[in-house]
Every structure is written in C-alpha cells, then in structure tokens.
C-alpha cells in the first residue's frame, strides 16, 4: 500500500525555469493538499482540492498553479520559478473534510531554485 | 490569524523516561486536533487526534491532552523508545478547510 506518492524527491531550477510537482494517492481519498515546509515555520497551504473537479486557494497561493487531474491525482505547477519558492513541498490526502479526518502526507519533494 | 506554538524547540529525554510534547493555539473556535511525528526526510506521519469534546484520547503509548480553558494541548510518550526520536507538530482546525501547524519540537532520545 503505496498511500501517498510524490516525484521528484529533489530538483534543482534556475529562476525562471518551469516545473511541475505530481503528486498520487490510491487510498480512494476525496481531498487533496499541497503544502510547503520551510525552516523554523509550520507547515503551510498552498492550494487545495476537496474533491475532485474543484480547487481551492490556501494560505500561500502566489506563483503555483495546481490540476486536479482526476481523484487519484494533484499536481502543483510552478510556472516560473523563483529563489524564495525553494522549499520542502509536501502532498497529503483525506478522506473526507479536513475539519474531521487526518492527512495522510507523502514523503516529499525537496526543491531548490537557484 | 492563527498562532500554533510549541513550548519548547527542543527536548531530550532518556530512553525509558516519558516524554512530554505541549502546544499552545490561539483560536479558541479551534475544535480538531492532530499530533504529528517527522523523521528526519520524511513526511509528517499522523499518531493520535482528538475533539473539542473530549479532554483526554489514549493510543498505543500516547496520550493527549487537552485543555480547552487555556487552549493547550500536551502529547505524552510512555517509555520513550530510540524510535521515538523525531520532530513532533501539533495541528489546529476550526471547522474551515484548513489545519494551521506548529512549529515542531525536535525530541531526542538519549540511550
């Protein structure tokens, strides 16, 4: 039972460089989140999806797109890159609202923008 | 906005000994809450949550507390294990579409 699924797990950019983060779950979960870690800081939201066909801006929108692609799968698009974007992303799933269900979190994608 | 604190950035305990994790929130509406353990290059891993209407959940060698008179929440670990070395984040929902996340305390265990 894989759960959550994140690639890459690294990446390198230069400013300005597109990228797409994918993200996959096979739990049957409804709700789909990004979020971002940095040093010192909780984690914070991105964006969200609570069920498919629909996304939601979180806390920290500005320079990412993101797809609900079908229920399986969330991807978080960074259209140009920029040096206060490098960070830790994670992706997480739920079965239901957040408000009553736990995330369950992937490992991650650690990504640097030079 | 939300404030989810931690008391302590980071704590060292002795293996055997228990471990005691706190965390402070500010939103008394804040009505879900989740610990979560971190090892190092992984994603956060969910151990034990609870509602507003209990004070008290047990798991297999956790337990949280919390109180809700002065919005501060407490993870317990009994007889700390090697494996128990991790950074430890509490998590808030007030009932809206998203947890607001502490900080985290680095717990160590020391053999």
């Known amino acids: 039972n894989a759960g959550v699924t994140q690639t890459p797990k690294f990446q390198v950019l230069k400013t300005g460089q597109s990228m797409t983060l994918q993200c996959a779950q096979d739990m049957n979960h409804n709700s789909m989140y990004w979020y971002r870690q940095d040093p010192g800081m909780g984690l914070r939201l991105i964006y969200y999806s609570a069920s498919e066909g629909t996304t939601d801006k979180g806390e920290v929108p500005n320079g990412y797109n993101v797809s609900r692609l079908n229920k399986r799968e969330f991807s978080l698009r960074l259209e140009s890159a920029a040096p206060s974007q490098t960070s830790v992303y994670f992706c997480a799933s739920a079965l239901g609202g957040i408000s009553n269900q736990p995330q369950h979190f992937g490992d991650g994608t650690r990504l640097s923008i030079l | 906005g939300e404030s989810v604190g931690l008391h302590l950035p980071t704590l060292s305990v002795q293996e055997g000994d228990n471990s005691i994790i706190n965390c402070a929130y500010s939103?008394?509406?804040?009505?879900?809450f989740i610990w979560y353990k971190q090892e190092s290059g992984k994603g956060p891993q969910f151990i034990i949550d609870?509602?507003?209407?209990?004070d008290k959940r047990q798991g297999q060698r956790v337990t949280v507390l919390l109180n809700k008179t002065v919005k501060h929440l407490s993870l317990q670990i009994a007889a700390t294990q090697p494996g128990d070395s991790a950074v430890y984040f509490c998590?808030?929902?007030?009932?809206?579409?998203?947890?607001?996340f502490g900080t985290g305390t680095s717990l160590t265990v020391i053999p």
């Open positions: 939103n008394s509406a804040s009505d879900y």
């Open positions: 998590a808030e929902n007030n009932g809206g579409n998203q947890f607001y």
């Open positions: 609870i509602r507003s209407n209990m």
